[in-house]
């Protein structure tokens, strides 16, 4: 209480501490313009729109995973596959584009729910069942595909959803404020991500207050695995194109966001507008790598330094103690 | 051990089934070069598949050897390219890669108190990266393949007799870990550490000292599979072994190792090894899409995670149950012998009194 009541300092220092993301943002692209003239054009700046869409898309739903205390490596792979399946259904079956991309989308709950249940019910640890689905959803991408680029020259509609544009703006942006905000709401002021965080932070005291921890987490599984197959679908339709390994390494850009974010992987906290943030900024670096005329080889050497700076920041709780003396200090005397 | 022993049993009839299938419908299977090939394929994954166990046994996770795998090849090769230096002298150097490796690793997971998991996968992402910066280039930038010619490494991809090296190796790693494991205090520890880390820190055991080595070791046994790996191709690209880490958690979780920690050995991972370089030969010579290999090994993972949980708990209710039997009959004769007592005492009680 008496930080409230604190003057000045105090004041600012809050403000800081909360809106600390945003200001890291702001350097960070005061960086990028000062090392590249380019990056502020706007041509550039739509151009990481682009990927920071995807990513959203992906996190928006991904952050539940790592809140209920789990993870959920399948999303790559899960995004490859929903363009195929999509393509498949559109332009092989020669199904209507609403009912097939609902069938993937059924599809993409599905996969979610086996994570789910194979990780509760059977209690095998997250990372291993979602890695084995991350294995063989590239392998069914690969068998489907035949490992071929497929070009969508897919019905109209749905080419449109992704170059489209609706009051100036491309429609992935709507998709993507849409479903962050839909999240933002799920997890604030729904019962749905009260019990998620509850479950993650303790998963003993959240069952003894009547939480179903099992069901909760095969929910958070099956909302990620439906958001990658949303973002999958843009991603198709944007890039007018369906390829396996397209979208690999996308877990480890969405863990980065959500990381960055403030999110837990240990379970119990997370913030979607944070994780937007950090898409936001996973999209600046890759952007400012490619600027800066940087191989492509830098991208996962800064991806993987960025997650474990940003992890031993968020893990201020659980650091050693020489790290933390005037904490130490103070509860002691008191 | 009855239920480990018997899983493995079940493992071994498997293996020998698949086997008699493969040679019946394809008679190429049973030959020499095929069998050797195999084993050679196996012991590449099984090098790996060691260090991983025992990493698997403390509880953690190691999601980097991957691109151990690649980062060591390329050290070789600029090795090669670029010194004079003869191969039995850098071939030890660059084992000391996967050991570094091992080193960051276990001060992130020791010190930071971090998931292994998320570090080991960041850890995996800047190797890559290092793995792609450091690969031979052409004038142009662009990554040249480097075709190996040093004939001392390439013996290491040799034969003695019809056995690969690598298989021999192998199994030398295997009884050495073995021994290791079983035989002496540091193994001793290493599944303390993985039953129990608070238990395991309270008798006095070193936990963080046992982490260092368990990553250490797994770096180490990327960096020697590494060796055979290029050695064998004759060639490194910066993208060696990535993915493979896929495989080598297939092979340890066939073998029976759990992710619970402190349980498992060495010879389950051997067998589980075997288990998957056959379903993967299996379906090389079936004529099979080789896209139905990713299908195969994670479809295998799940089922088997899936088969060794529930198998536990029908096990673990069968002795609940046989212990709650005896419990009522042993109630029984208490009962009985309180009764007697009962009696006995009453008896007493009547005299005293």
Request: glycine share 12%; charged share 10%.
């Amino acid at each position: 209480m008496s930080d409230t009541k604190t003057v000045g300092g105090g004041g600012t220092k809050l403000l800081l501490a909360r809106f600390r993301l945003f200001f890291i943002l702001i350097l960070l692209m005061a960086v990028l313009s000062v090392v590249s003239p380019r990056f502020l054009s706007l041509e550039n700046l739509s151009n990481v729109l682009w990927s920071v869409c995807i990513i959203g898309i992906m996190c928006s739903g991904f952050i539940y995973s790592p809140i209920t205390g789990g993870i959920d490596l399948s999303v790559g792979s899960m995004v490859a596959l929903a363009g195929i399946i999509a393509n498949v259904l559109m332009n092989i079956v020669h199904m209507p584009m609403l009912p097939a991309l609902l069938l993937t989308l059924v599809f993409g709950l599905l996969v979610g729910l086996v994570n789910g249940v194979v990780t509760t019910k059977f209690r095998v640890p997250p990372f291993i069942v979602t890695m084995a689905a991350k294995t063989y959803l590239f392998g069914i991408a690969m068998f489907v595909s035949n490992g071929d680029t497929i070009t969508i020259m897919g019905p109209k509609d749905f080419l449109s959803i992704g170059v489209g544009k609706f009051l100036g703006l491309p429609i992935p942006i709507y998709i993507m404020v849409v479903m962050i905000i839909a999240s933002h709401i799920l997890l604030k002021h729904t019962v749905f991500g009260r019990r998620a965080i509850a479950v993650g932070a303790n998963e003993v005291s959240a069952k003894l207050s009547g939480v179903n921890p099992d069901s909760t987490r095969i929910l958070a599984y099956v909302i990620s695995s439906g958001t990658a197959t949303v973002a999958g679908i843009v991603m198709a339709s944007l890039t007018q194109q369906a390829y396996a390994p397209n979208a690999a390494g996308y877990e480890f850009d969405v863990i980065t966001a959500v990381v960055i974010g403030g999110t837990s992987l240990l379970g119990g906290s997370g913030s979607v507008a944070g994780a937007l943030i950090g898409a936001v900024m996973v999209g600046f670096i890759n952007n400012g790598l490619n600027l800066m005329n940087m191989p492509a080889s830098f991208h996962p050497l800064v991806t993987g330094i960025v997650i474990l700076i940003a992890l031993i920041l968020n893990q201020g709780f659980t650091l050693p103690a020489w790290m933390k003396p005037k904490k130490r200090a103070a509860g002691g005397q008191a | 051990m009855p239920i480990a022993t018997l899983r493995r049993m079940i493992l071994i009839g498997l293996l020998l089934a698949i086997g008699a299938v493969l040679s019946f419908l394809n008679p190429s299977f049973l030959k020499l070069d095929n069998l050797m090939t195999l084993l050679q394929e196996a012991s590449q994954t099984g090098i790996v598949a060691i260090g991983f166990t025992l990493v698997l046994i403390t509880a953690g996770i190691d999601m980097s050897i991957g691109a151990v795998i690649a980062v060591t090849a390329m050290v070789c090769v600029n090795f090669l390219s670029y010194t004079p230096i003869p191969a039995f002298l850098f071939i030890p150097l660059s084992l000391l890669t996967g050991c570094l490796v091992g080193l960051f690793n276990g001060y992130f997971i020791t010190h930071f108190k971090l998931p292994e998991f998320i570090v080991t996968l960041a850890s995996r992402g800047i190797l890559a990266g290092i793995a792609l910066i450091i690969a031979v280039k052409d004038s142009d930038g662009f990554v040249s393949n480097v075709y190996i010619q040093d004939p001392v490494y390439l013996s290491f991809g040799g034969t003695v007799g019809p056995v690969y090296i690598v298989t021999i190796v192998f199994i030398v790693l295997a009884f050495l870990t073995q021994f290791f494991l079983k035989r002496t205090r540091a193994g001793t520890n290493i599944y303390a550490t993985g039953a129990n880390p608070a238990a395991a820190r309270l008798s006095g055991i070193n936990t963080d000292r046992s982490i260092y080595g368990v990553y250490m070791f797994s770096g180490f046994c990327a960096s020697l599979a590494a060796i055979f790996i290029s050695a064998r191709m004759m060639t490194a690209m910066p993208e060696f072994g990535l993915g493979s880490e896929m495989d080598v958690i297939a092979s340890v979780v066939i073998g029976g190792t759990p992710f619970t920690g402190g349980v498992g050995d060495i010879w389950g991972t051997v067998i589980g090894t075997l288990f998957l370089a056959l379903i993967k030969n299996g379906i090389l010579k079936l004529g099979i899409s080789p896209y139905v290999q990713p299908i195969a090994i994670g479809g295998i993972i799940v089922v088997v995670v899936m088969f060794d949980v529930w198998y536990k708990a029908f096990a673990e209710g069968i002795a609940k149950r046989s212990a709650y039997r005896r419990k009522q009959s042993g109630e029984a004769a208490a009962a009985v012998a309180a009764e007697a007592d009962a009696v006995a005492g009453g008896d007493g009680k009547g005299e005293r009194s």
